[in-house]
């Protein structure tokens, strides 16, 4: 599967940004789907993740209650929905997938197979 994610851009604190990611070759549904971020000089961090056919979620502290995970079957695409947005979410965000994914590995970047090529989310104070 090919991912493609779309829809950062600069925001002010506050603000908010919904973020897709476009999935090619087959359906989204047959993976478990992440959302990571790295801001610049520090790792790879979790976002979110989801198990489509156990329909278990998973987010990070940081962003529950602000971030929402949501799909659109029809157009195989996977959105991020950031609300009240922080100066420290700025990073890029990349989408992954995977596949047999148990929901204690949901946080690990070492458990996709398959990555997007990030968009970037700058956030102002």
């Known amino acids: 599967v090919q991912l493609q994610a779309s829809g950062g851009g600069l925001v002010q604190a506050g603000g908010s940004l919904r973020l897709s990611c476009v999935a090619s070759?087959?359906?989204?549904?047959?993976?478990?789907t992440g959302w990571f971020r790295q801001a610049p000089g520090k790792e790879r961090e979790f976002v979110v993740g989801?198990?489509?056919?156990?329909?278990?979620?998973r987010y990070a502290d940081s962003v529950k209650g602000r971030f929402t995970i949501s799909r659109d079957r029809g157009k195989n695409t996977v959105y991020l929905q950031m609300n009240s947005l922080k100066p420290e979410d700025t990073a890029m965000y990349f989408c992954?997938?995977?596949?047999?994914?148990?929901?204690?590995?949901?946080?690990?970047?070492?458990?996709?197979?398959?990555w997007g090529q990030g968009t970037e989310v700058t956030v102002s104070s």
């Open positions: 992954a997938a995977g596949s047999r994914i148990i929901f204690s590995s949901l946080g690990f970047p070492e458990s996709y197979d398959y």
């Open positions: 070759g087959r359906p989204l549904s047959d993976y478990a």
């Open positions: 989801i198990r489509w056919s156990a329909g278990s979620t």
